[in-house]
């Protein structure tokens, strides 16, 4: 069994409105959003003057906060804004990534901001696990990259490109007879990206808890399209400290040419929970908190930036009371703000 990091769906399907006005309900699915969004508010402007990435007004912690905010709930919503007015990647849906980038990317041309991005939607995603589905077969998939890139279009992005498939082909838990297939989707996926003229590619490369020597991702990385790509991503999803990522992606970077990477620092601020099981401790750990805001002014010069790729406050899965995977749970991500030590 493999150690996990967690469980997700394409963040981009969030909840209706009607959930984010109650605390924790969940139904079985996320819910697509409703006709009339909420109008768009900015971001508190000292927060976006740290970062060049695009913060979602639509976000799920967004319409939280207007929620709260109608309720009465001020100081609640104050607290929340910790992750409302920051930016977060914005998971291309399975099904069509198209309106969703298409809307992400006129209102982060307007910003004059950068797009965070992350494709998850490969054939035999996640083994089956939580996060289950994909695309139906490699045409299928071939369609749904060339799809998230066209309407990438011009506008500046980074891309994430494709949470644990090369991992999961390292450890065994992707089947043999599918790796090749694998491999070679992703190195097309980097290619048909890397054609946009202002789009930036990180292959995932897990984290270091997962595949503990990172010498043997080196090769598959390689094989993935990590030669025409920009670099390299770690820790998406997991709480692993931002220096145990450093070293780890140094050592992958020594041994891949010099390439950079980016770490996600979503939930990583109080690191991994102590004591726990490791083949369960991914799954929506308690007492956790936001890590460093995201930025591309890291003082390393391998690391691009740090991000949030895992929108924090999104449910690893249905484990410690926790709703389905990628479902918007506002109990988890107000405990997550609370515990920031970044006021």
């Not at 079985?28 to 508190?44: F, G, K, Q, T």
């Not at 309720?71 to 990647?89: K, T």
């Amino acid at each position: 069994m493999p150690v996990r990091r967690r469980a997700r769906t394409p963040l981009t399907t969030a909840v209706v409105l009607a959930l984010a006005l109650t605390a924790p309900a969940c139904s079985n699915a996320p819910a697509a959003r409703p006709e009339s969004a909420p109008p768009e508010r900015p971001a508190a402007v000292g927060i976006l003057d740290e970062s060049p990435f695009w913060v979602d007004p639509q976000s799920d912690a967004a319409r939280q906060v207007a929620a709260w905010e109608a309720q009465g709930r001020n100081g609640d919503a104050q607290v929340l804004r910790r992750i409302s007015d920051r930016p977060m990647s914005l998971w291309g849906p399975g099904d069509d990534p198209g309106p969703q980038i298409r809307r992400a990317g006129e209102s982060a041309r307007a910003a004059g901001r950068t797009l965070v991005l992350t494709a998850y939607n490969i054939p035999y995603r996640d083994c089956g696990q939580h996060s289950a589905g994909g695309a139906a077969g490699a045409a299928a998939y071939r369609s749904w990259i060339g799809a998230f890139a066209d309407n990438i279009a011009d506008n500046k992005a980074l891309v994430i490109l494709e949470p644990d498939a090369v991992p999961h082909v390292v450890d065994g838990c992707t089947r043999a007879d599918h790796h090749d297939e694998r491999l070679r989707l992703l190195s097309e996926a980097v290619d048909r990206l890397k054609r946009n003229k202002n789009t930036k590619v990180y292959l995932d490369a897990g984290n270091p808890d997962w595949i503990p020597d990172p010498m043997k991702l080196v090769g598959p990385l390689y094989r993935a399209g990590l030669e025409h790509a920009d670099g390299f991503s770690l820790n998406v999803s997991n709480f692993q400290p931002d220096t145990a990522a450093r070293e780890y992606g140094a050592a992958i970077s020594k041994a891949a040419g010099g390439k950079h990477f980016v770490i996600d620092t979503s939930r990583n601020g109080a690191g991994p929970l102590p004591g726990a099981d490791r083949a369960h401790s991914w799954c929506n750990p308690p007492g956790r908190a936001l890590g460093t805001p995201p930025t591309d002014r890291t003082g390393d010069p391998l690391v691009d930036a740090y991000l949030w790729i895992k929108r924090p406050g999104e449910s690893d899965g249905p484990c410690r009371g926790g709703p389905p995977a990628g479902t918007w749970w506002p109990d988890y991500a107000l405990g997550l703000a609370r515990r920031s030590t970044d006021q």
